[in-house]
């Protein structure tokens, strides 16, 4: 059974660091892996999705790395802003058939100004 | 325009009362899911609808019934609500035999609240 583990739990930061968030899982026959926000009492927002065959995906600020034999993605965040404080979720997809999404209790990061 | 809607945003009911979720999403995707989120913000897959056929059911109670009319819709109905059932419950959907990213899109969530 997959299981999805995300460190830290929390994290806070002065404005206009760069800061890494990691996300691990147990199993590596993986579909992709897909990185969320969560703002308070919202949805989730998706920001990167990376394919098993990917090694890195980047949008803007944010740089997600996949290392699939080694059951590891990290979130790389340059130059935070306060607009960053959000809760951040990695969540593995194990099913090449149907899509089913194995969710990490994510990092709540607040980036102070 | 809202991509996958919910309502309602809020419900708080009695214990032992049947409630029901809607959620619709004008993405033209195939695939639907339900997702629990407890207390401890843990996210849970509950249930996943493809073209309207249920494809995953993650040993959610019975008292849990998700219908799907059209492949737009994915309702959750829920049958003698306990207190245990008190979460936020989103729904999503994706498209995966379209897409090669099968992005899921989420809800903006429903917090149930059992009293």
């Known amino acids: 059974k997959q299981e999805v583990t995300q460190i830290p739990a929390a994290l806070s930061v002065p404005e206009g660091e760069n800061l890494v968030l990691n996300c691990s899982f147990t199993?590596?026959?993986?579909?992709?892996l897909q990185w969320f926000r969560q703002d308070p009492g919202k949805g989730l927002t998706s920001l990167l999705l990376?394919?098993?065959?990917?090694r890195e995906q980047t949008s803007g600020r944010l740089n997600a790395s996949l290392d699939k034999s080694s059951g590891r993605s990290t979130l790389y965040i340059a130059a935070s802003q306060p607009g960053d404080s959000a809760t951040y979720l990695c969540?593995?997809?194990?099913?090449?058939?149907?899509?089913?999404?194995?969710f990490g209790k994510g990092t709540m990061l607040l980036v102070s100004p | 325009d809202t991509a996958v809607s919910q309502t309602p945003k809020y419900l708080v009911t009695q214990m032992g009362n049947d409630k029901s979720i809607k959620c619709e999403q004008n993405?033209?995707?195939?695939?639907m899911y339900w997702y629990k989120q407890d207390s401890k913000k843990f996210l849970k897959i509950m249930f996943s609808?493809?073209?309207?056929?249920?494809?995953i059911n993650e040993t959610v109670p019975n008292r849990f019934s998700p219908k799907s009319p059209d492949k737009a819709h994915l309702n959750l109905h829920i049958n003698s609500l306990e207190l245990g059932d008190s979460a936020v419950y989103f729904c999503?959907?994706?498209?995966?035999?379209?897409?090669?990213?099968?992005?899921?899109?989420f809800g903006p969530g429903t917090r149930l609240t059992v009293l």
């Open positions: 969540a593995v997809d194990s099913n090449s058939g149907y899509s089913t999404l194995t």
């Open positions: 609808y493809n073209n309207k056929e249920l494809i």
């Open positions: 999503a959907s994706s498209d995966r035999e379209e897409s090669t990213t099968d992005t899921q899109y």
């Open positions: 199993d590596s026959a993986i579909y992709n």
């Open positions: 990376i394919q098993s065959s990917q």
């Open positions: 993405l033209g995707h195939d695939t």
